[in-house]
C-alpha cells in the first residue's frame, strides 16, 4: 500500500536536519502505531515545540488505534458484540461521526470500500495477529453465506445516541480508512499548535501541508513489484498520497498469493490491480478511494467519477499502469520502461 517520503531522510528519534543552510532544516521523529512506522517531519520549527507536538500526535494515533482496533478489545469490538447480539448500543459524539464518514464514503464507492465487512475479513483470516501464516482459503459455502446476507454501511443506524443494525452480519472494521482518519487527526493536531509545514507519514501513506522551505515535499510511489520507486510526485500546500496494493497484506498457500483487499461482491480478494495510488486533500477520503478503486480494477474511472476523485493512478494485474489526466500532470514515472495508459473519469 506504500508510498515513500524520500526527500528527506527518516531516522530515529527527533532530530534537527540541515541540507543547505538553515532555511532547509527540518525536524523529524518516528514513533509506531497501528503495527506500522509513522514518521513525522516538521519545517521551521523549534525543538521544544516540535517535541510537545509529537507526544501529542503519538498520544492522538495510539487512541484512534484503541478505539478502532478490529478483533483485541476495543470501542469497535463492543460495538460489534452488540450488532451481533441484536442489541442497540450507545455511541458519543467522537464514535458516531467516524461511523457516519465511513458511511458516506462506503455509499460514494458503491460499497467496494465496505467497512461492514469485518466478518468476511475475519472468514479469510485478516482480523488475527497471525494473518500471514499460510492456510486454504475459506470453505466456498461459508463465502456463499456471507454473500447471501452481503452486510454493508447502510445497515447501520444511529439515532440519539444508540447504534442499531437489523443485519446481524455486520462487523465493521475500519482497516480500509483509519489510517487516514488517524492522519487526519493529526494534521488538525499540527494547524492548532499553529505549524503550517509538515508531513504525516503512516507506514508510507501520508499527508503533507505547506512546503518544505521554498520547495514543495517530493513524494516517492513504491513499485508494487520491485523494490524500487515507481513514480514520484510533488505535493504542498494540502494534499494527501494514499495507496491501496496487494503487496502489503496477503499470505500464500500452495504457490498462491491471497492478498487482504477483498471484493465483497465476489468474497475473494481483488485481483484486476497490483496497486492503486490516489492524491486528494483529505486523507480519509483518499484511503478509502484507494481501496475502492483497486477493489474496482478495470472500471476505476467509474468509482472516481463517483466518489469525487481527480487523480488516480492503477498498475492492473499485469503491470500496465493507466493514470488519469490530471494524475499525469503531477507525477514522474522513473521505474516504469512503457508508456502509461490515459484513461478520462467521466463527469456528468
Avoid at 445497515?155 to 482518519?181: C, H, M, P, W
Avoid at 524500487?228 to 504457490?255: H, I, K, N, Q
Wanted: net charge negative.
Amino acid at each position: 500500500m506504500k508510498t515513500v517520503l524520500y526527500s528527506l531522510l527518516l531516522v530515529i528519534g527527533l532530530s534537527l536536519l540541515t541540507a543547505c543552510g538553515d532555511q532547509d532544516r527540518a525536524l523529524q521523529a518516528k514513533f509506531y502505531a497501528f503495527g506500522t512506522e509513522i514518521d513525522v517531519s516538521l519545517y521551521g520549527v523549534d525543538e521544544e515545540t516540535a517535541a510537545k507536538t509529537i507526544d501529542a500526535l503519538e498520544q492522538s494515533f495510539s487512541e484512534v488505534n484503541d478505539l478502532w482496533h478490529a478483533w483485541q478489545p476495543s470501542v469497535l469490538t463492543k460495538i460489534n458484540d452488540a450488532i451481533a447480539a441484536e442489541e442497540p448500543i450507545a455511541v458519543d459524539d467522537n464514535v458516531a461521526s467516524v461511523i457516519l464518514l465511513a458511511q458516506k464514503l462506503a455509499k460514494e464507492s458503491g460499497h467496494l470500500f465496505n467497512p461492514a465487512a469485518g466478518n468476511l475479513f475475519a472468514l479469510w483470516g485478516y482480523e488475527q495477529d497471525d494473518w500471514f501464516e499460510s492456510r486454504p482459503p475459506p470453505p466456498q459455502a461459508d463465502i456463499d453465506a456471507w454473500l447471501a446476507v452481503s452486510p454493508t454501511m447502510d445497515d447501520i443506524v444511529i439515532e440519539n445516541g444508540q447504534l442499531t443494525s437489523n443485519n446481524t452480519a455486520v462487523r465493521l472494521g475500519f482497516g480500509g480508512f483509519a489510517k487516514g482518519y488517524a492522519v487526519d487527526n493529526a494534521i488538525t493536531i499540527l494547524q492548532q499548535q499553529g505549524i503550517e509545514n509538515a508531513v504525516v507519514n503512516i507506514g508510507g501513506d501520508l499527508r503533507a501541508i505547506g512546503t518544505h522551505g521554498e520547495r514543495p515535499w517530493i513524494i516517492g510511489i513504491r513499485h508494487p513489484r520491485h523494490d524500487r520507486v515507481l513514480a514520484s510526485v510533488a505535493v504542498s500546500d494540502d494534499e494527501s498520497v494514499f495507496s491501496s496494493g496487494d503487496y502489503e497484506r496477503f499470505f500464500t498457500y500452495e504457490g498462491k498469493r491471497y492478498p487482504h483487499i477483498l471484493d465483497p461482491r465476489t468474497g475473494y480478494p481483488a485481483d484486476q490491480a497490483m496497486s492503486s495510488t490516489v492524491i486528494h486533500d483529505n486523507a480519509s477520503m483518499a484511503d478509502a478511494a484507494a481501496t475502492a478503486i483497486f477493489v474496482a480494477g478495470s472500471d476505476w474511472p467509474t468509482i472516481a467519477a463517483e466518489m469525487g476523485i481527480d487523480m488516480v493512478m492503477l498498475v492492473t494485474e499485469d503491470g500496465q499502469v493507466e493514470m488519469s489526466p490530471a494524475m499525469q500532470k503531477r507525477v514522474r514515472l522513473t521505474g516504469h520502461d512503457g508508456e502509461p495508459v490515459i484513461r478520462e473519469i467521466p463527469h456528468e
